[in-house]
DNA sequence: TGCCGCAATCTGTGATCACAGTTAGCTTCC
DNA sequence: GGAAGCTAACTGTGATCACAGATTGCGGCA
């Protein structure tokens, strides 16, 4: 059964490429944005009726995610939102550390003034945000999400880029459900910090300090959700 | 029109999984070997005829390969196996560099005396093919890969593995296409230097020196690739 | 009242058909 | 002899149907 069928209703906003490729950014989205939690089941059937579609174009969609570990699908029983181990999330970590830290450094030679003016508005958005008293935290994901990605697109390596996003498929579903049920950790500051640190490297063009402020955001974020112990194992 | 059909003619070996990954793998493989060639066309049902199913299971095979880059698939045209531009071949090397510079780092530290073994096992057959004065091409292409994927599956990342297997998915039918037109430069030695010394760090426990011999391995091979002007631009 | 087992309903998988756009080869005309 | 245009065969896309295995919840038994 499907169990978050609301996530579904809304119309799938973009109307570009073949419905296959509709579907996959669809779900792609909802899973980076955090929209799904980790072991919830979709149907194919449920979702191709809730899109208006056949089941088909969501087969592919799903088998896409799936190659690329963001849906599980085991034969003859529901696609499930991968539940993830400790120490697989410590793995992954591991991995986003030396690659979206390469990605800040690249950023340092590569950046237009242009894509340096995007980092700065995505930085003081995501500051002001969580500066509010009351932050609404499907925002708040969304700006730090915006941050991280204008650091990254000013990388100019379509290739990198596209690692990260698989990265971020797989993680988005296990970094929102912590931030929603821990929503005091946006006021602690670490992410505005490690935000602030990164810009000004990029700014000042020093590669090692852009590297080593992505590292800690990501670190200290992992370590909390870590420290949770929501994790399996 | 499928234009490499021997390609196909031979049964799939694995037997285990749905119809749909067994495809997969058998792509796959076969674009990791360097048994397409860039430019290449596929048809899903000259396929799914000279594998005995039907088009459906090669259809889930083809868009999973297609999500990560491995394949081309425009809308009512042919897929193939994707062309690339030298620009784009310079990025993919970067992110090679930096990826599995990093696994091989992560190999000194986790190599166990069973993968060592194993590594040094596939150094001294690399070795062995590529001092023969008639050295079979596809057989060191192999090796290489052999050599190489030893190092990586060292370093006890899953997540690090998956993404080294499709950046080789990408580059495989490039790095096959020039060495079977080069085969000469199997004999400069280049790569056997590296896998030498790649090795050596390993067993001294020296990460940096690791990183430093796979990444002058990957530089050397696109350095030749890209004077080769075969590429695009 | 609690547990076991069966049956209805769900799941993804695979095959087949219809369709529209692309490609390529053949014919025809200059 | 060569080029332009048309037609026939090919392409992936999407829908629908059949099937076998998994799940779940209801009913009966202890």
């Given amino acids: 059964m499907l169990e978050r069928i609301p996530a579904y209703t809304d119309a799938m906003l973009d109307e570009t490429g073949t419905l296959s490729d509709r579907v996959y950014r669809h779900l792609a989205d909802r899973l980076i944005a955090g929209r799904f ?3 919830d089941k979709l149907s194919l059937r449920a979702v191709s009726e809730a899109l208006g579609l056949s089941i088909m174009p969501v087969r592919e969609a799903v088998s896409r995610l799936a190659a690329e570990g963001a849906l599980e699908v085991a034969p003859k029983k ?20 030396e690659v979206e830290g390469f990605a800040a450094a690249l950023a340092c030679k590569a950046a237009t003034s242009d894509s340096l003016a995007g980092i700065e508005a995505r930085e003081r958005e995501f500051r002001e945000l969580s500066e509010q008293a009351q932050a609404d935290l499907a925002q708040a994901v969304a700006a730090n999400q915006a941050f991280h990605f204008a650091v990254y697109r000013a990388a100019g390596s379509a290739e990198l880029l596209a690692i990260i996003e698989r990265l971020w498929l797989r993680v988005g579903p296990i970094i929102n459900l912590d ?3 821990n929503p005091e950790r946006l006021r602690l500051g670490g ?37 949770r112990q929501r994790l399996l194992d």
């Fill in 37 to 39: 939690a980790p072991g």
């Fill in 78 to 97: 529901a696609v499930t939102v991968p539940l993830m181990r400790a120490a697989q999330f410590r793995d992954i970590t591991q991995v986003r550390i």
């Fill in 179 to 181: 931030l929603r049920e």
């Fill in 191 to 227: 992410a505005v910090q490690a935000h602030r640190a990164c810009l000004a490297a990029i700014r000042e063009n020093r590669p090692d300090a852009a590297r080593e402020a992505i590292a800690s955001d990501i670190g200290g974020a992992s370590a909390f959700i870590l420290s």
